[in-house]
């Protein structure tokens, strides 16, 4: 078996909730995940309750692989939160699905969490000390020990006191037997929204989960703030003091959907944005822009739109690569990328190519790119990044390679260019980055993976211990 | 889906462990477990460990089912435990599967359990109240808790605090990653027995787990027993004191394989003594004495010894009935016992036919033999039954069906044989049933389902609701 | 993978077919089929109609693995038919699974066949010389191209063109839109029978296959004929001129369950006779008679009731064992037999044990349980068979080990004996096989495989090659 | 569940091919299948052989789910032949898979096939009325018939007879055990090519089925050409008579992928150019040019690019979505296409929109996107189709809807501008359409769907029996 995706950032999850009498309430959120699964194709799970008892589906897999035969339903069911991950390989464990169900001294409580806690080593130590035992490695088991050793007495009480206690970054949907919980980290590093249904309400990662079924936006849920959702209506609940906001500038480049509006920025403005400023920082001159499907294509458009150059289609996508294949012969070294990618020969063919992607990670499919445009006759390829260089990892629930691995943590513009083989490279700069977001305040933000401004001091993480602190990832 | 087992008790579990440099350790608890399979098909896993890692395979199915592609298996590989367990529709939830593996302050355990804590609803709310949270429905979950919580310092005296703690039937096969351990109640409800391989130790409920791989059988664990094994060798610890023994009568009767010896006492040589002690007590005669296929043959064979009167075959099993089949048609009510038996007409007919079986749970299924072999044209049908009627429930790990659905709490041996519709009707007697027990004292026996006297205060269990304390059964 | 059962002959096929309107025919065939399940268990399939449309499913597998979701069903199907089959590894391939379905110029046909047609590759090598693909390995395609080229009218006629063009052994039921058809070959070879439903009409390989389903025996298909039934009745056809008979007397020794009666003869009073007699010519004497279980079992009562030597069990079967297994280490060769049986040591310490067994093919399992009563503490072990030494392979229909692997083709009794390593060893005679049929005219059976005597001349059959004619086997 | 393609023509099938000794055959084709996936998404085959012996995996599904596990594999194998195939619930069913394998008089064959032969039914009514069964309801096997009934010696020469009688279009792949063969109609409806490979050959439905695994484009299989690979080379034969081209024009329209090249003709420049033809026809004046993704795109940039107007992203297509998915709530009727597609607010809010899609069929997709545009604050819709009005059903491979869903059999372009509800409505004119092809000659292309002038006779179809012809849809 071969991975298809190495070279890229992963977000780590999708959270999902809907609390609606009358509705499907599964099913809503089946369809829900499905809006985002781009933000996790390992995993996903989903957990009800019809105010007594609660189920729960989990599985390895898209959500039309592991709800092919169906949905958890339950009669009179009017809670259900929802939950998407990726994950690597290694620690890619049926006991680490989610959302987790649980029973403690105040019932029975399910949550879905989005984002990584950097200080659950920590925590997690002081727990197990004081005889506590841990099932999975997800941050979430520490949170809900966290709650379940609360002395407040409200269910919500006890959130915020567990969350009071945690760093690092989480969006999460929770469920009790009659209440529907979200909440978001002080910070507000990844993103988490409320939407209306004529008698109910969702909470959903991205807002495009909210269209998919209908929903209507009602806001973001903001840093720090809980909103509770009950037969009584809904409330909301500001549970940590105002801290220096840092939500993750990746969302608007790359992890989330180009439909989706984030603190009332549209993410496809922002990356049209990002392809416009590109254009005007790099000055490049070409017959036309193409883009590296799908995840260049806004940029690329923008860039076309302020370059006055034609956006055309140069690589076609296979729309049905799947995460993995089976590597035929050892000959072909450029398989995975040529089983994703073609260069279209009569587009590119004698001219000087504009290639727009969004980020370079590793480097080595850039480079396989620039060389298979060569082949298909490209007389100049120059490549322009909608985002800077990445040097640093992120502590805030990405997947990121070790340092080591990121090639602008060791080399420089030139070098890479030299490495890709391209005839010229260009990075977006950190302040066009910031200029392209019109609706929402750039300094609010977390650049760290770019300028290693780490927004929230991290603890002692050993280098390259990101990922695997309890074993496995976590989420 | 229509169930064919529902009319008997079942054991609710099997355990199983090795410890064994050198040998493929997870392979042998695979085969382990095939041999132990009729003590649970609802569902099987295998934990193993190198030393510093520790995996797990679990899943729903027979043995051959959840172990169809692979078994776990990692490098120097040399400790691994097992379970095979029966449950319920209901509560056959992929996440009650065993082993269970945690972290805990001193690493990582995974735990085998079987039988029934008649305690462990009053420790678990004891623990929730303490901030513990639960996320199956299964006894192990409590034991391990009481472990991580001990101020004690080796697992083994963590483990011995724990069982101290807890009332009830229990074995148990735990592994940390570098001793195995076994342990079984102090009144020895469950079987649990240790072989020796060449370089290596086994741990099986049954011995019939140690002969299918060759294992040497050593000796029983004793009552109140924990035998540690590491690499320093095997060590034994008495962890409580002293009390009334209550081994289950049930394991000789029928649970237990034939060729298993529990205690010192042959499984089968009890089986056949009860048979010969039938004969003796009934004093039935008759052209032919049969057996109900599998569980009363071996009875029906020390039957015919006794009486003197030939033993055959009147009634063929199908081997290949699984659990479950489609039912047909709803005119066909009989469609399930005829699935699974089937008179033959030149064996009883015109026949007085001795017809022997184990054990009468609700009378559904005796009937309907009886009026089977009726239609095969036997002349008279006596049956006897090798053990006496079981009038109340079991707290000790069995499946029993609530009170009101023993047939023999509510009526007289007449009014039975009346229900059944057989010539005459005989159960053996709590004498003979002791009788029969040539090689193990019959007062260190439970003998409760049939004369109530519980060895174990069993707490004040609500009548019915043995099976799902936690929502879901135990095992 | 292990192959646990490649120490035996197998039958190969079971057919089946209802036609009632008013039942759930297809839900009828599945329990037929469960009842059959013994005559193959390496594929299933069931085929019904409407009147109008065919619809089939077929797979790999058990019968209630291949129908663990659904049986094929359609509103007012009214005739189904079905089809159970064993086959080795190597040529198990789904496109021979049976049913059959196919449009020819009459309409539609769906066809099950157990047996073998001797010139199959005769007429088919004439067929394709004629034009005609093969897209299976199965002779049912000869037989279902046949009725295809027929130039009779009717389905029945041109069926009974087919069947007078092949040789050899065969037992079919057949379907069209409005029509199900069974025939036998004319030498009786495999067992045929009919049933009758309250409002409709069964085909069953064995009466088991009746009663199962509560339909009543009416009476074997005779050698030679075709019944159809149809809405207007039941009609008989003798399509082939009367031929010696030679029914295969392997049917009575293992293949058919004892609970079956064929052609008048009940299959366990044939076995339980051939016990009876086999106590006779051998004249052992023993401590304890003792069955190698299942197949052993029914004559191994007959020799305990004739020798006035108890019964007992002495070897424990799993019956948890399915066809293959994961090999565990290379160190232990026995692991299969030992995972199948065990050996009762408090049964057969110290005593002198007479075992019967159907019959020996290869000798290494007989062997093997000799080896493991012996570790078990058998004084002495004296091993009966109830067949006669297999020295020839079976062209009807058997899947036989080519000649040199069946250990009576190279040894002598004696040497067998020292091979298995029996203190005696004694076969059951052909005149005491005759005997033992007290309800069929010994004279019209084949016993081939024990004297050469084939009732077919069976074409120029190369030496091995019975089995993959067509590069798979037939059935 | 809930169909989501049911609005779109659908190819109906890919075919492969490579030949080639020291390379992993089976393996290549797979990747090429992986490429061809968008002409048939229902089930995939793959066929090898090492010289002897053919082995086949065939199942329902994408390639990497019918090949999940593994791909068939054979020592020494040097020739495979793959396929995809589209197909509607109903009819598809396994036995329908290719490719099939069959044995005739001449040896082996296995055959894989796209197209639609308009006279198979008369054939096949001829062949059965001459002893012929059929197995399947694919044309594959009336070929596979003529081919062994040809007095023909050579399997080449044979073919050609089997072809010069069917009549209608198709491309087709067989193997025998030493040949790979490669053909297409006189009149060449579908396409296929022919690549190299270091040392050996492919065919491929399309020249990206080359390009994915590394391949030489030599060039287009000619129509009524076969192409004859062996160990010798290769050789080509005109098996028929010139006759008048009719390639399919709705491959440059819609099936094809963009980045390949048919008849010299690249795909992705026949749709710009449609594209910007459609901009040089409509004159339609707006603010944006969006394309209905993914069909619309490539004609929606030639739109952008001649009309001078930006082309932007305002539809965003959820890439997870399969074919099938559990609906939800009968409320939301318009889930389906919410699931698939989303409109970007912020793009279209305010803008008149000139929105670009490759066809209509039914309408009512349309009808859906112009309303979700609207929804989401388009000012104005204009919608502009790169072909004409569809008027007519295919007879030659395309699963077409019956004439009368088509909606542009009923309405005039006005009546169907009001049923979506758009503001304008541009159909591309035929000429227009002709025009876009500047490397093909338009006068050698079939049109029928959209101007009746049916290029082969195609017999007495009756009205929407098209597709059903035995019963089962064809390939
Ligand atoms: N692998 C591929 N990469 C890119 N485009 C493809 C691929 N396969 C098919 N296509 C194109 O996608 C189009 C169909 O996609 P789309 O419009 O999204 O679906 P629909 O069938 O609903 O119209 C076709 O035009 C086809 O040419
Ligand atoms: N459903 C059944 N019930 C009882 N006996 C059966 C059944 N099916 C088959 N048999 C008998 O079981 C025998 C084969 O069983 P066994 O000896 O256990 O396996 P084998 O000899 O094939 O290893 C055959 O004699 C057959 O008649
Ligand atoms: N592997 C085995 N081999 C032989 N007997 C077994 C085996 N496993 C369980 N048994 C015995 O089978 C009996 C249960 O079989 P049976 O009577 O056929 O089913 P039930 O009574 O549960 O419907 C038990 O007495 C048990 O001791
Ligand atoms: N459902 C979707 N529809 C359109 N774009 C999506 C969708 N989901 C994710 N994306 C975008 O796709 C991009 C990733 O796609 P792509 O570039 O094809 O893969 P890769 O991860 O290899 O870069 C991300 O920018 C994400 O915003
Ligand atoms: S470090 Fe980078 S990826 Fe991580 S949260 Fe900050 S901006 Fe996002
Ligand atoms: S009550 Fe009965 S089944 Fe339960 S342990 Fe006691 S003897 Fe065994
Ligand atoms: S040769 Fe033997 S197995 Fe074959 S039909 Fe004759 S008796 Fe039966
Ligand atoms: S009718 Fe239309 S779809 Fe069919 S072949 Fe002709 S152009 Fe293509
Ligand atoms: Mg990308
Ligand atoms: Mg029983
Ligand atoms: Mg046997
Ligand atoms: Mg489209």
């Not at 806690?117 to 841990?134: C, S, V, Y």
């Not at 269209?211 to 936006?217: N, S």
């Not at 209506?233 to 969302?251: D, R, T």
């Not at 060791?410 to 700069?429: N, P, T």
Request: hydrophobic share 35%.
């Amino acid at each position: 078996m071969y991975e298809l995706l190495g070279n890229k950032w992963h977000e780590e999850c999708g959270v999902y909730g809907v609390f609606a009498h009358d509705e499907d309430v599964s099913a809503l959120t089946y369809l829900g995940l499905y809006a985002l699964q781009h933000r996790g194709q390992e995993s996903a799970g989903i957990a009800v309750t019809d105010g007594a008892w609660m189920d729960v589906t989990r599985g390895m897999g898209l959500v039309n692989e592991v709800f092919r035969h169906q949905v958890p339903h339950m009669d009179n069911q009017y809670i259900a939160i929802g939950h998407v991950r990726y994950s690597t390989t290694g620690s890619s464990l049926l006991q680490n699905t989610q959302p987790l169900i649980v029973n403690y001294s105040g019932g029975k409580i399910s949550l879905a969490h989005n984002g990584n806690l950097t200080n659950a080593m920590e925590i997690r130590k002081k727990l197990e000390d004081d005889g506590t035992i841990f099932q999975t490695s997800i941050d979430t088991e520490v949170i809900l020990n966290l709650i379940a050793r609360s002395r407040k007495e409200t269910v919500e009480e006890r959130l915020a006191d567990s969350l009071n206690q945690v760093k690092g970054a989480y969006c999460i949907t929770l469920m009790t037997e009659n209440k529907l919980i979200g909440a978001r980290d002080p910070q507000g590093f990844r993103p988490l929204c409320l939407g209306k249904l004529e008698n109910g309400w969702v909470l959903s990662s991205e807002s495009c989960g909210l269209d998919v079924i209908g929903a209507e936006f009602v806001r973001d849920i903001e840093p720090g703030e809980m909103v509770i959702i009950d037969d009584s209506g809904i409330k909301s609940v500001h549970f940590a003091p105002k801290q220096q906001l840092a939500s993750c500038i990746f969302e608007y480049i790359y992890f989330a959907r180009p439909d989706s509006v984030i603190d009332g920025q549209s993410v496809h403005d922002a990356r049209f944005m990002m392809g416009r400023i590109l254009a005007r920082e790099s000055k490049f001159k070409g017959d036309i822009v193409i883009s590296v499907p799908d995840s260049g294509t806004t940029a690329a458009t923008g860039y076309a739109y302020e370059a006055g150059i034609p956006f055309v289609e140069g690589l076609m996508k296979n729309r049905y690569i799947g995460r993995t294949f089976i590597q035929p012969t050892q000959k072909k070294r450029d398989t995975a990328v040529q089983l994703k990618l073609n260069a279209i020969r009569s587009v590119v063919e004698g001219k000087s190519v504009i290639m727009v992607d969004d980020s370079i990670v590793r480097g080595t499919t850039s480079g396989k790119i620039v060389k298979m445009l060569r082949n298909a006759g490209a007389k100049e390829v120059h490549m322009c990044v909608s985002s800077p260089p990445i040097g640093f990892p992120c502590y805030y629930g990405i997947d990121t390679s070790v340092r080591k691995e990121l090639i602008a943590a060791k080399k420089s513009v030139e070098e890479i260019r030299q490495y890709i083989e391209a005839d010229s490279l260009h990075f977006l700069s950190i302040e066009g980055l910031k200029e392209s977001l019109t609706a929402v305040n750039p300094n609010n933000m977390c650049y760290a993976c770019f300028n290693s401004d780490y927004p929230v001091e991290q603890g002692k993480q050993p280098e390259g211990s990101g990922k695997y602190v309890f074993e496995q990832r976590k989420c």
